[in-house]
């Protein structure tokens, strides 16, 4: 079965503190990975995806198959990083996308 | 010029009511889906339709009923609202899968549903 754990549903850093977001995944194949966020009261939208391999907003997100993980990394959080992060690893179904239960990130000043 | 937009935005109703939430995109994309959010930030896929035909159902009660009248519309109509229905509901939509874009997933900006 597919299925994703994000085993912090709360995760609090001060500001300039670094912060790694943590996806775990169970999967049959090769996923996609992607991370999406939620700023308040805000829609969810896309922060990045592992094919692409860049940096968003100080964001990156390593996938290590090794440990099926795809942990969000920023190394100085900032006051306006605090939201809601979703980790969605996609499997070869065209349509479907599992949702992990979230992390909600505060950065405290 | 916004890609996925639903409407209405908020909205109260009593229960055993019937409602419906309307979707449209103009990103062109195949694939359109209702999610649902409720009080915890979970976030489940409920209906999934690609060009006009239903491909994911999950365990969602049959007083849910999505209706695509065509591929950039994708409505949610609830029938008997109940207050455990009370959630935010997302509209969605992704290019086919398999395109370059690794199937992103583009959101609206969700309808506050409150069931009293």
């Known amino acids: 079965a597919q299925r994703v754990t994000q085993p912090e549903k709360l995760l609090s850093v001060f500001k300039g503190a670094p912060v790694e977001l943590k996806c775990n995944y169970s999967?049959?194949?090769?996923?996609?990975l992607f991370w999406y966020v939620q700023y308040s009261r805000q829609r969810l939208q896309l922060l990045l995806r592992?094919?692409s391999r860049e940096s968003i907003k100080g964001f990156t997100a390593d996938l290590n198959k090794g440990e099926t993980s795809f942990h969000l990394k920023k190394p100085f959080a900032q006051e306006e990083d605090s939201a809601m992060y979703y980790c969605?690893?996609?499997?070869?179904?065209?349509?479907?996308?599992?949702f992990g239960d979230g992390t909600t990130l505060t950065v405290k000043p | 010029d916004t890609a996925v937009s639903q409407t209405p935005k908020y909205l109260v109703t009593q229960m055993g009511n019937d409602k419906s939430i309307k979707c449209e995109q103009n990103?062109?994309?195949?694939?359109m889906y209702w999610y649902k959010q409720d009080s915890k930030k979970f976030l489940k896929i409920m209906f999934s339709?690609?060009?006009?035909?239903?491909?994911i159902n999950e365990t969602v009660p049959n007083r849910f009923s999505p209706k695509s009248p065509d591929k950039a519309h994708l409505n949610l109509h609830i029938n008997s609202l109940e207050l455990g229905d009370s959630a935010v509901y997302f509209c969605?939509?992704?290019?086919?899968?398999?395109?370059?874009?690794?199937?992103?997933?583009?959101f609206g900006e969700g309808s506050w549903l409150t069931v009293v």
């Open positions: 969605a939509s992704s290019p086919r899968g398999g395109t370059p874009s690794g199937n992103t997933i583009y």
């Open positions: 999967y049959s194949g090769s996923p996609e």
């Open positions: 592992h094919i």
């Open positions: 969605a690893p996609e499997g070869t179904n065209a349509g479907k996308s599992t």
């Open positions: 990103l062109g994309h195949d694939t």
């Open positions: 339709y690609n060009n006009k035909e239903l491909i």
